[in-house]
């Protein structure tokens, strides 16, 4: 069903005008956008995630206090990883797209981060569904279902904001996503096949601020909650990480070759938590048959991402957390044809590569830099998940505590 030449409809089966706008630009800039995601342009972006949890914590310390030592240290208080690291997350897509980041306390920043929270979440709830079935009906109901609408204008309006800024500013040398497509405007405004267009450019970055934020931040999360069940993984990652990597080298993707048991510990945890558990709902652009299969135009597809990372033909122990799948018997590392956290085929996840490196760097980092403990006191972890468009864990609460 992954190979399926599919259209992209949308998250939610709002309206049409919905559905029409948003992903559809993604697919007409695929190829510009691989190019221009490429590992290497943001891997510096991302690279010192734990000042970035440092500042954060550093938020909470009493006036007057100095940073370094006394911010780490006051990161053994128990505290809920999740603002921290949703917002390291959304900044580094918002680098790549608007070519800065924001502070923590900036209230649009805020609202963008609630915006795409909503958005993601919302569809699971009963509204979600009730609008679902029936949107002629809901459309004249008041409630959560109208707010979806709100918050979609608002990205729209912070976007466009951000472009009329780049146009203002207009930068000799292209640094950013929103410099680079407007570039590409100018480039296409005599072919009147091109999609490069200023609505496509907003909706794009809408798409990859809801693509790139959640997504990787709750994988995040569950790799710490998983630290802190398996404490015993836990110190064979940092153990790993000391015998390869010298304290004060500036950890790069290309470490994971030095590091297969951290590297095997990050597959472990996206295959594991099966955030994306059914992807993203396609719709059939014409009749098609697949396996003896007829699946008809207009036919709504859902890959069963789920079903291919538990499947106990391909994984030993499916329905356990065991870095092991990713390693063979002398300890290397070992890809593995079934796993897709990312989908595969045409629509495979568009920020795979991003996903990979900011994994890769944020947990290798937090790791070399912290234990991380449940608070004093707490015996029992919550390892259910919400139900969602991405499945997350129960908010939780951890205490980082310096190495
Ligand atoms: C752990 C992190 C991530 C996971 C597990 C993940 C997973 C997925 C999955 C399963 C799909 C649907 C593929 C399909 O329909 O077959 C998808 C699509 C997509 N993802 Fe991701 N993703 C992640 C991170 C990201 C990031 C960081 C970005 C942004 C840079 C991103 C942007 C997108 C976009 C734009 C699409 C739609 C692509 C299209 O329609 O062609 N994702 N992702």
Redesign the pocket.
Known sequence: M?HLK?K?TSHFNMTTKFRLYF?FP??CC?IFFQTY?SASRFEGICSNPVLVLSDNLDHKSEAGERRSNVCLLKASKPFDPHTFIVHA?ANI?CV?VFGHRFSSEDESFSKLIKAIYFVIYFQATIWGRMYDAFPWLMHYFPGPHQEVFAFNAFMHSLVMNEVQNHEREKAGNPQDLIDFYLAQIEKTKDDPTSTFNKDNMVQTVV??L????E??S??LLWALLYMVKYPGIQERVQREIEAALEPSHLISYEDRKKLPYTNAVIHET?RYSN??SV????QCVRNTTLMGFHIKKGTLVL?N?HSVVYDAEHWETPWKFNPNHFLDLDGNFVNKEAF?????????????Q??RV??FIFFTNLLRAFTFQLPEGVKEINMEYILGAILQPHPYQLRAIPR
């Open positions: 992954l599919t992209q992903f993604v697919f695929f995601l997350i897509i790549v798409d990859l809801l693509g790139g934020t997504t990787t709750t994988t996206l955030i994306t992807g993203v709902p396609r890959p991402l897709l956290p990312f989908s595969a085929g045409h629509r495979v996840c568009l920020g795979e991003m996903a900011e994994l």
